[in-house]
């Protein structure tokens, strides 16, 4: 059994325009221990995904149907007295860090000390010392606990509330582009402390960023996201094969660490209305090999190698789509027909 | 005219403006059709005075101890109201803005003096002072109006800087300054239109404030002894015991007083919602 | 420090300011000391004997000199009339002024804070919409009208409370026996509640708005998926909401104090308010000026409080 499977999720946002569906249908899962990426533009749905995993959906969006089931048990019908049980004691967020995730009118320590004392009795004496230790371990300055959030930087911040994930140790994190608003320089020290919280320290996660490198470079799974619907979900071969015409389009844009020379390219268009998704295949109005099938159906997610599966019209030209996609011009904004 | 469709769109906006707007008609045509004169003494047929009436067919809300016609009282009432609320929401609403204007957009001393001035204004309790200065001279409506002026303007000039501030650091008025742009140009055509809808709300709140003050100050003793105000006829119920004996004495100048301030508080509520939209309920 | 250290220096000088304009406003009133003591049959040299005695032939700087140092020291000499010192007088009248407004601030602050609280909360609620509408009304109506209202119901026609005063005659002797007293309490329920009715509404229409704001911040989310019980994340969010309200406190505190003197005397409440009108009707300028000066003093030193509690309670000021 996984650790968190989610099923088939649809949720729903109350807009001006009419109900805009924000994830349509999802299903992915996260085994103990592992790191599964949720990679995708930003609107694609991936934060909400995050979101209902922890039950802090904005008043306007709810589950409108689906699973999401942590050691089995669904999430989604839980009463708050129950739910309350899982969150953080089970599942943990590093929110983005552009986010003001902190209480400013609280000290830091108080903040993490609140986190323990919702879930267990702990003496004082032993959560100071707890929160010593995960300072020492997101490499804060212990002199600093007493601290308000506003006296940390941003990325002091971020390590604060990665300690504050920790503090309960639990066996799941959600971490929600935790690198986003920070200079470089800290955007790869944060990560860093992602990396050791996953693999020195045994934790699953789930890693919400729209950084294909960050996936490839920590992620057993990944699972790419589009208008709601996942694309393609695989292991490694997902950034090393693609195959949907999305994933690849998302490879270029981003800096490859072996090939150094490559030119980035971005994908031209924008993300579909979500209020009224078109038909067919949901990127087939940004896609540089779309035919007339691809504007009517789509495309069924279909497996092409053991665990990866791809939702793609042509996956038997992928080998062509690649060389292709390499290529500037192929992601020329196509004179709209 | 935008604001105005707006302010149409809030119920409580509409109301508001349709009871101001029955009042202002009042205060024009109330002493044409009034029928008789605020400081009128209403005789019986055998030629006594008709004192502490109940509501009749003569005299349609009573009279009052001294035989006048509350009726009549209380449209002279809406005139006075409706002048001391103009005048002093457009006295206080120039000052104001003048004075925001110039500090926010000066800044420097000139900024530091005008604010220390505005401290000044702050520390000084509007009604204990107006009375001190109102014994000095004789009472009279255009004194009462000069004290709420300078009791509301520093709120106005208050806000009014906040925003001159928040807009001089603007992108636009950079540009109009590399464009060539002089101060006062700037002040007049870029920052202006941009604080009026500001001072607008405030003349809004500046004819609420007006009419409440100059009740509060009439009904205190300190009126214009030769206007017949909404305070006046409270101060002459309240002295003559009327809320013992006369209950149609005292009800309709403090529900005309209350509605009136009501109505625009909502019509300023409207449009401060149009303003900053944060506000809104729903 | 420094921030504050020049607050204080500008309050002195705000003092300072509305000191000289006390000076020539009482300089300018009808009638001063030597004349309304003296009668027209007094010779000259008794007339010159008063002027001298009250300082009058000094020339104006020196009184002007005299005048700041009284006033700054609390030196407010005697009453006219009354056969008691201005200080005196006034500690009395303050007092009695506190009696009305501290347990109506309290009441106020208190309740306008929860039900702001709850009703930003619950924004859209019906609960919401009721609390803001009746609030809208309330802050807007006139309230000595509505003192006039309540008299008229209560004291006059159902005669269940006492019509005005702040204790009936041959009540309790002494401050703190009437404070004690089940007759005080009867009499301040009227005031009271004109009070409260128009005081709440600042707290609930100010915590709502902030609250709505607080409610918007990631922080919430992130307290929720801490697992707090909703009571603990409205704690966190009122706490947050709370930080304009203190300065808000310090500005409602002054503006209700202007107000006082109406309700004072439409409930015949011996406070300040009251004292200032009777005093200036008797043309007692002693105690009248003394009166205007404590109660300007009161509101610049609340409007300090405010900015130096704000500093406190905001640790990002800090």
Known sequence: ?337 | MQGLRVILRYPSGTAGLIVVGVFAVLAVVGPLIAPHGPFEVVYRADHSVLRLAQPTGQAWFGTTNQGMDVFSQLLWGTRVALIVGLLSAIGSVILGTVVGLVAGYFGGWIDEVLMRLTDVAFGIPFLPFAMVVISITRPSLGLVILLVVFFLWRTTARVIRAQVLSLRARPFIWAARAAGAGDLRILVRHITPNVLPLSFLYAAIGVQAGVMLEAALSFLGYGDPNAMSWGTMLNAAFQAGAMRTAWWWVLPPGIALSLFVIAIFMIARAYEELLNPRLRVI | MAAVLRRVLLLALTVWCILSIMFVLFKLLPGDPATIFVDNNMPMEMIEHQRQLWGLNDPWWVQYLRYIVNMALFRFGDSFFQNQTVADILAEKVANTCAMIVPALLVSVVFGTILGALAGWKRGSRFEQATVTTSLLLHSAPSFFMGILVLMVFSYQLRWLPPGGMVSLGGPEGFWAMIASRDYLKHLILPGLVLVSREITGPILLVRSSMLEVKGSDFIDILRAKGLTERRILVHATRNALLPLVTYIAVMTGLLLQGQVLLEIIFAWPGIGRELVTALGDLDYPVAQAALYVMALVILLLNLLADVLYGLIDPRSR
Not at chain 1, 88 to 108: E, R
């Open chain 1, 1 to 337: 059994m996984a650790l968190l499977e989610i099923e088939d999720l649809q949720v729903r946002y109350r807009t001006g325009a009419g109900e805009a569906r924000a994830v349509d249908g999802v299903s992915c899962a996260i085994e103990t221990g592992m790191c599964l990426g949720l990679v995708g533009e930003s609107g694609c749905g991936k934060s909400t995904v995050a979101k209902a995993v922890l039950g802090i959906l904005p008043p306007a969006g709810r589950v409108a149907g689906g699973a999401i089931r942590y050691e089995g048990r669904d999430l989604v019908g839980m009463t708050p007295r129950e739910l309350r049980r899982i969150r953080w004691q089970h599942i943990a967020l590093v929110p983005q860090s552009a986010m003001n995730g902190l209480d400013p009118v609280y000290t830091v320590e108080r903040q993490l000390a609140e986190a323990i004392t919702a879930h267990r009795s702990m003496p004082a004496a032993q959560r100071r010392h707890r929160i010593a230790e995960l300072f020492a371990l997101v490499g804060l300055e212990a002199g600093r606990v007493r601290d308000y959030p506003h006296q940390f930087s941003g990325g002091m911040r971020q390590r604060a509330m990665i300690a504050m994930a920790m503090v309960l140790d639990p066996p799941l994190i959600v971490a929600d582009e935790p690198t986003t608003g920070l200079d470089v320089l800290m955007q790869d020290q944060i990560l860093q402390q992602i990396r050791l919280l996953h693999e020195r320290l045994g934790k699953a996660m789930l890693l919400i960023t729209h950084d294909m490198a960050v996936v490839a470079e920590n992620c057993d799974r990944i699972a790419v996201m589009y208008a709601g619907r996942i694309m393609e979900y695989g292991g490694e071969a997902v950034f090393r094969t693609p195959y949907h015409p999305y994933t690849l389009g998302l490879c270029n844009a981003f800096p490859d660490m072996a090939d150094r020379g490559r030119a980035l390219i971005s994908i031209p268009g924008t993300p579909p209305d979500l209020v009224s998704p078109p038909d067919g295949c949901r990127f087939h109005a940004r896609c540089p090999f779309a035919t007339a099938l691809c504007a009517t159906m789509e495309p069924p997610l279909v497996e092409v190698a053991a665990g990866h599966v791809v939702a793609c019209h042509y996956i038997e030209q992928a080998d062509g789509f690649r060389a292709r996609a390499a290529d500037p011009a192929t992601w020329q904004e196509r004179v709209p027909s």
